[in-house]
């Protein structure tokens, strides 16, 4: 039972143009939705976050939407760099028996093409 | 400045051997994890810590064990090393939970043959 999930295993998009990376969930008590990057041979890095009471955060070049009622994220990227290429992890957080959970989802791997 | 550091970044093992995959990390967060990737999968939660002395079980815990003596150390333990636990490791820290980024270190990858 997978209850973050990236549909899409990877996605090209021209350097310039929007990228747009989506995630659907299904647990309503996530209440913290974070977005990772990750390089080969590195670990992943922390891009960007959003509260469950919010639908926008913006820093930057990126921008990440909640959708509760769809229970839906997607992460934006623009304009996006041959740089952006990586694996974009979600990941979303609970409040479980009195501990903060983490669930990860699989995965897209984005390709900026020059 | 390290961050979260983790030795080895490579190791191969025979079945049945043990290991101990070490993991330190200096910005005196107490939440520190270790997740396992396997391919084309997310990271699942092994096990996880909120403090000096306090470990706990995460979804994939069975042929692991950890301890948490230091702040700053969190190492993880293969008792009796299987193929299944052929991966790649990831310890990670955070200040922590909810809303806070957690830091990653750059992995151990793990073979059994």
């Known amino acids: 039972d997978q209850q973050v999930k990236q549909n899409s295993p990877s996605l090209s998009v021209q350097e310039g143009r929007i990228s747009i990376l989506n995630c659907d969930y299904t647990n309503s008590m996530f209440d913290y939705f974070l977005w990772y990057k990750k390089y080969p041979a590195e670990g992943p890095t922390f891009l960007i976050s959003?509260?469950?009471?919010?639908d926008k955060n913006e820093d930057g070049r990126f921008t990440v939407f909640l959708n509760k009622s769809a229970k839906h994220l997607s992460l934006h990227i623009v304009p996006s760099q041959p740089g952006d290429s990586a694996v974009y992890f979600c990941?979303?957080?609970?409040?479980?028996?009195?501990?903060?959970?983490?669930?990860f989802g699989t995965g897209t791997r984005l390709k900026v093409l020059a | 400045n390290a961050g979260v550091t983790q030795t080895p970044k490579f190791r191969i093992l025979k079945i049945g051997q043990s290991m101990t995959l070490q993991c330190t990390q200096d910005m005196n967060h107490n939440y520190m994890y270790w997740y396992r990737q396997d391919p084309g999968m997310g990271l699942k939660l092994i096990y996880y810590s909120v403090g000096a002395g306090i470990t706990d079980k995460g979804e994939v815990p069975n042929g692991y064990n950890v301890s948490r003596s230091t702040t700053e150390d969190f190492p993880l333990r293969l008792e009796l090393a299987a193929p299944s636990q052929t991966s790649v490791y990831f310890c990670?820290?955070?200040?922590?939970?909810?809303?806070?980024?957690?830091?990653f270190g750059d992995g151990t990858r793990l073979s059994i043959l």
């Open positions: 959003i509260s469950s009471i919010k």
């Open positions: 990670a820290s955070s200040d922590r939970g909810g809303g806070q980024p957690q830091h």
């Open positions: 990941a979303a957080s609970a409040l479980i028996s009195g501990t903060y959970k983490y669930i």
